[in-house]
């Protein structure tokens, strides 16, 4: 499974848009990247997922380069309640069920 | 749709003494994870199960006990509880496995072993 390396912790300010970047040099192949958002005294949630090339949901987008050693998460107009550690993980498609969860990055969105 | 239920939310425990968690989730996934958080931390697999009557370990198996009799059902056991296990336990569980899957997680269970 590959390493991830992420920021410990970001601040940002209310309506701004937050990238955060995840590096993962030994990505194999077949692994998909994913990142999760965890609240206070909650499990974690996920958020969104990609391959390559960029993702988009309701709630975030994922950038990936063609390399595809790093990935970055973008949250646009972050408000108080994203206020959140938020996980990159890299995991491959196989019948292990494994993912590797690093420190993450705790977000702290200011008014 | 309760999704992901784990029993019960709090629990302290003596050093030596024994006790079970009990992760359900109704949304028939074959794919079932036990995680330990230690404060500041992020989760660590403890032991995994990749359908009904089957376990692996994780990354920190050692002093758990996991049972999947039931496809719904994941129950993590402590034997002999030691302070080193104090920690927020959580349940989830997926659809598909490995990398491609989206883990559904519990609300936690926070354990302290005096």
């Known amino acids: 499974l590959a390493k991830t390396t992420q920021p410990i912790s970001m601040d940002s300010y209310e309506g701004q848009e937050v990238n955060i970047t995840c590096s993962h040099n030994?990505?194999?192949?077949?692994?998909?990247i994913t990142w999760y958002q965890q609240f206070p005294s909650q499990g974690p949630r996920f958020i969104i997922q990609?391959?390559?090339t960029k993702v988009t949901n309701e709630v975030a987008s994922l950038f990936i380069p063609a390399d595809r050693k790093s990935s970055t998460l973008s949250l646009p107009r972050v408000s108080l309640s994203d206020t959140a550690v938020y996980y990159c993980?890299?995991?491959?498609?196989?019948?292990?069920?494994?993912?590797?969860f690093g420190q993450g990055t705790t977000l702290q969105v200011k008014p | 749709n309760a999704g992901v239920t784990q029993t019960p939310k709090f629990r302290v425990l003596k050093t030596g003494q024994s006790m079970t968690l009990l992760c359900a989730q109704d949304?028939?996934?074959?794919?079932m994870y036990w995680y330990r958080q230690d404060p500041g931390m992020g989760l660590r697999l403890i032991h995994y199960s990749v359908g009904e009557g089957t376990t692996a370990k994780g990354e920190v198996p050692d002093g758990y006990n996991v049972s999947r009799l039931k496809k719904q059902n994941f129950l993590l056991g402590l034997e002999s509880a030691a302070p080193s296990q104090t920690s927020v336990y959580f349940c989830?569980?997926?659809?598909?496995?490995?990398?491609?899957?989206?883990?559904?997680f519990g609300p936690g269970t926070r354990l302290t072993v005096l």
């Open positions: 990609g391959y390559k």
């Open positions: 989830a569980s997926s659809f598909l496995a490995g990398g491609r899957n989206e883990q559904f």
């Open positions: 030994n990505i194999a192949t077949n692994d998909y």
């Open positions: 949304m028939n996934h074959e794919y």
């Open positions: 993980l890299v995991g491959e498609s196989s019948n292990t069920g494994k993912l590797i």
